[in-house]
């Protein structure tokens, strides 16, 4: 059964469950709420939508806000028996961060944990293992990520780290964290003002910087969600660099030159490789001369 309402600049569809689903849900409350952003990605939503579709876990809710021109999205779930709460968002908020913020006012749970359309869990028990995590006495939780190529070839593993610590300082370069890889509490995403509509690439990131400086954290090591390379802040970095800067003064162009010293170290290693292989060559050239 679906129930819809409308309100000034999107209309909201909650997607209800079969009663013997609902009797599980309700001894099972929601304490997880997983938000999903979608803007003309079918393809991309779909691998989000099967990974959440095969959890063993039943007791969270999806949240999705679909931006798209096409009514894909919403055929997709509408027409599915996933098991668990379903609140679709038809929306057209200007960019990523609104979108994100829209999905943050309509959770129900307590925690909240943005996968966005192509980000896929790696396994059926991710779920299960992420909410072992949450307890009370903690603001958030961030664990590994790995990032994958169009064809699915693992290219990065990112595991959370937060030396140094203090956001003001300039060598802390964005904790190390990706949104995919943190779940927080919803209350105090919600004291941050949630995510920075100002900005385009890094509003993410200095979300979760405000949220790790300020309040306890807990991290992990397992991996549990791939995502995608190819995103707007990795073909934009220039602009995320100076996104950084306007809310860490500095830090933005210190990162960029840490990577412009690691480029220029690994452009050094290549040249000698080709030097060395060029002067193998000559070397075999000459034997093979000398022999004739």
Known sequence: MRQSKSWSGYTQTRICMRDSEASIAMTNPTQLSIVTVVKDDIRGFRRTFESLSCQTIRNFEWVIVDSSELDEVHKLVAESKL???????????????????????????????????????????????????????????????????????????????????NLHDAEYIVANINHQGFISKKELIIGQDGFDESLKFAGDGKLLDSLVTNFSIELHNDILVSFEIGGASTLHFRALLNEIDSYRPFAGRLLQHRLAKENMILRNRLRRMKIWFLASRIRRAMRKNLTL
Request: charged fraction near 15%; glycine fraction near 10%.
């Open 83 to 165: 098991g668990f709460p379903v609140n679709y968002i038809n929306s057209s908020p200007n960019g990523i961060y609104p979108a994100m913020n829209l999905g943050l006012r309509q959770c129900v749970g307590d925690w909240v944990w943005y996968l966005n359309a192509g980000d896929i869990l790696t396994s059926p028990d991710a779920i299960t293992e992420a909410t072992g995590w949450l307890k009370d006495d903690i603001g958030s939780v961030a664990f590994a990520v790995q990032h994958v190529d169009a064809v699915g070839r693992i290219r990065a593993v990112t595991t959370p780290k937060l030396t140094p610590r």
